[in-house]
């Protein structure tokens, strides 16, 4: 069985493709379960820092497949709302809490959008068309209820209730793309970010992300109490101490994230 998710490191960066391009690189259950192995491998190699999850031919990812859906329906394998999501914890809380970026080519429907919203920064090729389609189909896009942390409620509103794709600038206007690019520099662009992510301290970059993700739904005590405490064990690292011997050496830090 052909691989439905790409993996290749090169230095510190990481390359995850979804890899089903006749299919527009729809969710099947084995894509899912390797999109999942990958980011697990990438989260376990302590020399691999940032990753960026893109997509084989002319789509990011058009969203669920459906055909398989219907093939589960028609054989009376009743679908769930666990092959979606978790009941105990936000949807798409994140995986890993090293860097994940998104370059988005082409389609990101459904399935799709919630992968990119997955991703921390992402990246859109101008000719992208991104959109929650769920609706079009008697589904729900659950990644949409935590949607409105990250853009106004009104755009997750129009996503969900239109289901109407929308354009790379659009989705960049909305701010849930972070930058638009002509579609032959996409993957240029989001590697350049990459080694600017991956040339920093990774430890740093990982327990930012963790602070960032698990403020959002802390007082202001708590999230401080906790940044008090992840601070102190940052600077306990070896990392922590290479950094300032490094500046005073005048040279680059050698990272080992430890």
Request: with cysteine.
């Amino acid at each position: 069985m052909a691989e439905t998710v790409l993996y290749e490191k090169q230095d510190n960066i990481v390359t995850i493709t979804l890899n089903r391009p006749d299919s527009l690189n729809s969710i099947n259950r084995q894509l899912r379960q390797e999109l999942g192995e990958a980011i697990e491998q990438f989260d376990g190699e302590e020399d691999a820092f940032v990753a960026i999850i893109t997509g084989a031919g002319r789509a990011f990812c058009a969203g669920r497949d459906l055909k398989e859906r219907a093939a589960d329906n028609a054989a009376g394998v009743q679908a769930r709302a666990s092959q979606s999501m978790s009941a105990d914890r936000p949807y798409m809380w994140p995986r890993t809490w090293k860097p994940l970026i998104a370059a988005v080519n082409g389609f990101a429907l459904a399935g799709g959008w919630s992968i990119a919203q997955m991703c921390d920064l992402r990246i859109a090729a101008e000719d992208a068309k991104l959109g929650i389609s769920e609706t079009k189909w008697s589904l729900l896009p659950p990644f949409g209820t935590i949607l409105p942390k990250m853009i106004p409620l009104s755009a997750v509103l129009e996503l969900v209730f239109t289901a109407e794709p929308i354009s790379a600038q659009r989705a960049y206007d909305i701010g849930f793309v972070n930058r638009v690019v002509p579609g032959d520099q996409l993957m240029a662009e989001a590697m350049t970010l990459a080694r600017q992510i991956a040339s920093n301290a990774p430890l740093a970059v990982q327990y930012f992300k963790e602070l960032a993700y698990r403020g959002q739904n802390m007082s202001i005590q708590d999230i401080s109490s906790l940044t008090y405490h992840m601070y102190d064990q940052l600077l306990t690292t070896e990392d922590s101490k290479e950094g300032p011997r490094a500046f005073a050496e005048k040279r680059k830090p050698v990272w080992k994230g430890r």
